[in-house]
């Protein structure tokens, strides 16, 4: 029995068909880059099968696709991109649409943000089975074995700050609001700022009242340089699993609560395309299986932080592991 075939069995179905076209989305391009096979094989039951593979628009989220898309060229499918999508929810509504057909997701996101909870389950295993089957039930949303890294939010200072004011945990970060909110200067972005996985949630689970804090908003990519020097903010929201922390060496306080939710990056799709196609899963599955927290960072610091471009980064790691060849 395949991986989809498993997940389906015994479980009801609500499939998704409107189309959205209010989200603007085109139908997607042709691949950037060629690909082989290598130990991903042609799949006879793919050949030549139309297939959307979707993103937000954000580094790791485009690396992400881009490995689905060579993966699925190389075991034979017609593969459209269709990556850098903006937002989470325009991606999410594109694909219960129609108009992608596989992306990775992460736990977090779909237990959070699209159904509804407002406590994450502290257990990664957990919170993936408890997306997986309610995301199945309700909204016909089959989500595969999760990869092991867990790409969540955190908060992180320079090494400078950290030794200035000992502040290592968010339990030190909680008492240094209440003590000095201004040596507490906090940047974050907007989504943030609001999300109750984010920084109200996170007030109230380390006791703070989050007004209390002096926060600046910015643009995600701004905070990374802005918390290391210093010069707007002592401290920063990060993705644990960007390259830039180290980069700009950052000291990534420890969640000594478990607030912040896993973000496990999982392979999705509509259940019918699932059942269609289940060997899309079986090809994705040795990939997932070593998607580690300091595989994808080094990616990330690869694209953010050397420059390179994300299509390249995320064919050739796949061709140092050999799941395919680069073609020109």
């Given at each position: 029995?395949?991986?989809i ?17 209010s ?28 297939i959307?593979?979707?993103s ?16 699925l ?19 999410r ?35 993936f ?30 090494r ?10 968010l ?14 200067a ?12 984010g ?20 643009q ?31 000291v ?29 899963a079986e ?9 580690t ?36």
């Amino acid at each position: 029995m395949t991986v989809i075939r498993r997940v389906l069995a015994g479980t009801a179905v609500v499939l998704a068909t409107t189309l959205l076209a209010s989200c603007g989305l085109e139908s997607g391009g042709a691949l950037p880059l060629k690909v082989g096979p290598a130990s991903i094989q042609p799949v006879p039951e793919l050949d030549g099968a139309r297939i959307t593979v979707g993103s937000k628009d954000f580094t790791e989220q485009i690396i992400l696709g881009y490995m689905i898309e060579f993966a699925l060229s190389a075991a034979g499918a017609d593969v459209r991109d269709l990556t850098n999508i903006q937002g989470s929810n325009s991606t999410r509504d594109a694909q219960l649409a129609g108009q992608i057909d596989v992306s990775y997701e992460y736990t977090g996101t779909g237990w959070i943000n699209y159904l509804g909870h407002e406590q994450p389950i502290p257990d990664s295993q957990a919170q993936f089975e408890a997306v997986r089957d309610e995301d199945l039930a309700r909204n016909g949303m089959v989500w595969t074995d999760p990869a092991p890294m867990n790409n969540t939010y955190a908060l992180a200072t320079s090494r400078a700050t950290a030794e200035q004011t000992g502040v290592r945990t968010l339990s030190d970060y909680a008492a240094l609001v209440q003590r000095d909110p201004a040596a507490a200067a906090t940047c974050v972005e907007t989504e943030f700022n609001v999300r109750q996985d984010g920084f109200p949630g996170m007030a109230a689970a380390y006791g703070f009242d989050p007004a209390r804090a002096e926060k600046r908003i910015l643009q995600t990519g701004i905070i990374y340089q802005a918390t290391a020097d210093g010069s707007q903010c002592k401290f920063g929201e990060v993705f644990t699993t960007d390259g830039r922390i180290a980069a700009l060496d950052l000291v990534v306080l420890e969640d000594d609560r478990q607030f912040f939710p896993k973000y496990n990056p999982a392979l999705t799709m509509r259940a019918d395309f699932a059942e269609q196609y289940p060997e899309v899963a079986e090809v994705m599955a040795p990939i997932s299986a070593v998607l580690t927290n300091e595989a994808i960072t080094e990616l990330n610091r690869q694209v953010d932080v050397d420059g390179k471009d994300p299509a390249a980064v995320a064919r050739q790691w796949l061709v140092d592991r050999g799941f395919v060849t680069a073609e020109d």
